[in-house]
């Protein structure tokens, strides 16, 4: 069997700023995201997916924020979209998913806790990521774990991996301690891009390993770094704020999260999804989902 989690809060996203707003019934609301994200995960349904595993941010700021000031927070975040991050959960929780609503911890965080448990069961054929976020590449493991985009359709492994950021999942948070990351708040150190990023790490691995002169790095790995002297002197002077930066990008694993795979199986819509189908405009969603095939 194959296993699915979701990244709620990005599909919630790009419902929002990809759907026609639609008022839901009783107190003026905007649902029309919601409604996207529930007919999503009924079509992956249909399309015989069996255990099923939602994550989303019921509350936007994290222990990280406490870490990082400028980490990333609920401001800016329209008002109509916050408001939605409950009824997906309530929407969801009525279909008969099982849904994530992280407070101390990120979504993602739930993610990588659910992978770790079930890419331990035999039973499992594959573990699907759905997001197309750069945090949850060091999840990735060979073909077994890998990450899908909902809205591209893009599959990508561990190969993946290493052709589009240079190096393996493993050095993920470290290729984004050193490069930054704009979607999360935190900038990187200056001067280090993607490819100099990838050349270092993917001869050291992780940022531990890198020497602070370097005339102590492997020739060829100066050699292949622009610019090596300087960005050396960077890493060696800002090593801390790296380290730091590298355990914002590093996934929390919790696997008090999940008991099991079992525990994912979907066994159809709750009694309650029919009336929540009608407060979302969209009655059609629970004809849809009584259709499905129970596993």
């Given at each position: 069997?194959?296993?699915?989690?979701?990244?709620?809060?990005?599909?919630l996203?790009?419902?929002?700023?990809?759907?026609?707003?639609?008022?839901?019934?009783?107190?003026?609301?905007e649902?029309?995201?919601?409604?996207?994200?529930v007919?999503?995960?009924?079509?992956?349904?249909?399309?015989?997916?069996?255990?099923?595993?939602?994550?989303?941010?019921?509350?936007?700021?994290?222990?990280?924020?406490?870490?990082?000031?400028?980490?990333?927070?609920?401001s800016?975040?329209?008002?109509?979209?916050?408001?939605?991050?409950?009824?997906?959960?309530?929407?969801?929780?009525?279909?008969?998913?099982?849904?994530?609503?992280?407070?101390?911890?990120?979504?993602?965080?739930?993610?990588?806790?659910?992978?770790?448990?079930?890419?331990?069961?035999?039973?499992?054929s594959?573990?699907?990521?759905?997001?197309?976020?750069?945090?949850?590449?060091?999840?990735?493991?060979g073909?077994?774990?890998?990450?899908r985009?909902?809205?591209?359709?893009?599959?990508?492994?561990?190969?993946g991996?290493?052709?589009?950021?240079?190096?393996?999942?493993?050095?993920?948070?470290?290729?984004?301690?050193?490069v930054?990351?704009?979607?999360?708040?935190f900038?990187?150190?200056?001067?280090?891009?993607?490819?100099?990023a990838?050349?270092?790490?993917?001869?050291?691995?992780?940022?531990?390993a890198?020497?602070?002169?370097?005339?102590?790095?492997?020739?060829?790995?100066?050699?292949?770094?622009?610019?090596?002297?300087?960005?050396?002197?960077?890493l060696?002077?800002?090593?801390?704020?790296?380290?730091?930066?590298?355990?914002?990008?590093?996934?929390r694993v919790?696997?008090?999260?999940?008991?099991?795979?079992?525990?994912?199986?979907?066994?159809?819509?709750?009694?309650?999804?029919?009336?929540?189908?009608e407060?979302?405009?969209?009655?059609?969603?629970a004809?849809?989902?009584?259709?499905?095939?129970?596993?």
């Amino acid at each position: 069997m194959d296993v699915h989690l979701i990244d709620g809060t990005y599909e919630l996203f790009r419902q929002f700023f990809g759907q026609q707003k639609r008022r839901g019934a009783g107190p003026a609301a905007e649902v029309a995201a919601t409604r996207g994200v529930v007919a999503s995960v009924l079509t992956l349904l249909a399309e015989g997916a069996t255990h099923v595993g939602v994550a989303t941010d019921h509350v936007i700021e994290s222990f990280r924020n406490e870490l990082w000031p400028g980490y990333k927070d609920s401001s800016g975040v329209p008002g109509e979209l916050l408001s939605q991050f409950g009824l997906l959960e309530e929407s969801l929780a009525a279909l008969g998913v099982v849904v994530w609503p992280m407070v101390d911890l990120e979504a993602d965080d739930a993610l990588a806790s659910a992978a770790a448990v079930v890419s331990g069961d035999p039973s499992v054929s594959q573990v699907v990521i759905w997001t197309p976020d750069k945090d949850l590449a060091q999840c990735v493991d060979g073909d077994r774990v890998v990450q899908r985009d909902r809205r591209t359709g893009v599959t990508i492994g561990e190969r993946g991996v290493r052709a589009k950021f240079g190096v393996g999942p493993a050095s993920i948070p470290d290729w984004l301690a050193l490069v930054g990351d704009s979607a999360d708040g935190f900038p990187g150190l200056p001067g280090w891009g993607r490819r100099s990023a990838a050349a270092l790490l993917d001869h050291y691995g992780t940022l531990g390993a890198v020497p602070d002169d370097v005339a102590e790095w492997d020739a060829a790995v100066r050699a292949a770094i622009r610019g090596a002297p300087s960005l050396a002197a960077v890493l060696s002077s800002e090593r801390p704020l790296a380290e730091l930066f590298r355990d914002l990008a590093t996934l929390r694993v919790d696997r008090s999260l999940l008991s099991g795979t079992e525990e994912l199986r979907w066994h159809g819509p709750t009694a309650d999804f029919g009336a929540t189908c009608e407060h979302l405009g969209a009655p059609e969603l629970a004809d849809r989902a009584e259709r499905i095939p129970r596993s």
